[in-house]
């Protein structure tokens, strides 16, 4: 299986902040990844597909690049509804795999 | 409007069987793909088993192969989740889930429904 991993773990930014948050896959996975927010207390809610198609009512401060291996989502002015966590989820192939998240706070 | 609404989920002992539901409405049940995704209290997603659109194809993850057996009806719009041998590590939200291709992203989450194995 194509093994997903996160980084950072967690990391703390002030409002307004540009916060960058990375994934990477164990094998090349082309453009089949998409990012999910999970706000504390609530469902997950799909942000990008096809690592960097905003899915519709998501704010443009979101977006994501990458193609491959490596990965990244970026918030360009972070708010603080975005608090929450963050899992990359790649498609390639089955079974489809779930990065461990990324914790996002506010400092 | 899309709703996936599971249900069945609730405290059980170690050993014991379950058996989730899913009553999905507001699209083509039979046009989609069907999958189970869970998560464990304050731990990440972990998709657990899904199904094509005409059963043709079904698979688990390797964590409840044996265990588990995924089936849909079309006829009343429902995908079940019958759960075996449960475990204490088996503790989480199952969430149903539809992708319109046998793998891709999820676009629509329902309420999940929580399964607490204890004894």
């Known amino acids: 299986d194509v093994h997903m991993t996160q980084s950072p773990t967690s990391l703390s930014a002030s409002v307004g902040d540009r916060v960058s948050i990375t994934c990477r896959a164990s094998?090349?996975?082309?453009?089949?990844l998409a990012w999910y927010q999970q706000q504390p207390g609530k469902l997950p809610k799909l942000l990008i597909y096809?690592?960097?198609t905003l899915q519709s009512g998501v704010p443009s401060r979101f977006s994501g690049s990458g193609s491959g291996t490596d990965f990244t989502l970026t918030i360009s002015s972070l708010q603080p509804e975005d608090v929450g966590t963050y899992y990359c989820?790649?498609?390639?192939?089955?079974?489809?795999?779930f990065g461990p998240g990324t914790k996002v706070e506010i400092k | 409007e899309v709703q996936l609404v599971e249900s069945g989920g609730r405290l059980i002992q170690p050993g014991g069987s379950l058996r989730l539901s899913c009553a999905a409405s507001?699209?083509?049940?039979?046009?989609?793909?069907m999958h189970w995704v869970r998560q464990a209290p304050g731990r990440g997603l972990e998709w657990v088993a899904g199904?094509?659109?005409?059963?043709?194809?079904?698979a688990y993850a390797a964590s409840v192969q044996g265990r588990f057996i995924i089936s849909r009806d079309n006829a009343k719009n429902s995908l079940y989740l019958q759960m075996n041998r449960l475990r204490t590590e088996d503790t989480a939200f199952y969430y149903c889930?539809?992708?319109?291709?046998?793998?891709?992203?999820?676009?629509?989450w329902g309420q999940g429904t929580l399964v607490t194995v204890s004894s």
């Open positions: 889930l539809r992708t319109l291709s046998w793998t891709s992203y999820y676009d629509n």
């Open positions: 507001g699209f083509a049940f039979d046009d989609y793909a």
């Open positions: 199904i094509t659109w005409n059963s043709g194809t079904i």
């Open positions: 094998q090349g996975i082309l453009n089949y």
């Open positions: 096809g690592a960097s």
């Open positions: 989820q790649r498609y390639s192939a089955a079974p489809p795999t």
